[in-house]
């Protein structure tokens, strides 16, 4: 969701103001978010979003040392998946 709510998200893999990385595909896109307020004034902000793709534990050397977290279990609407591994310091997290 953007801030202030009420403006629109533009770029590869938006439709009706949501992204889908499967329409996106893989690679780096830019996605713009533009909100034009009461008074007509007008303004965005640019945001990078990767899509890499995965295709199982085996694309990580170190697939040995690499831990998925999926949280909270079990889950309504909402979860959070984890990756973290010696390969790729720190978490990527998909919400």
């Known amino acids: 969701m953007g801030s202030p709510n009420g403006g629109t998200f ?17 690679g780096i896109h830019v996605i713009t978010y533009v909100y034009t307020d009461a008074n007509g004034c007008t303004d965005s902000v640019l945001q990078q979003v990767i899509v890499d793709a995965c295709t199982g534990m085996a694309d990580f ?10 949280a909270p279990n079990p889950f309504n ?5 984890t990756l973290h591994s010696e390969f790729n310091p720190g978490n990527r997290q998909l919400i």
């Open 10 to 26: 533009s770029g590869p893999g938006i439709d009706n103001n949501i992204f889908s990385h499967a329409a996106a595909d893989t």
């Open 61 to 70: 050397p170190n697939k040995n040392k690499a831990t998925l977290q999926i």
């Open 77 to 81: 609407k909402t979860t959070k998946i």
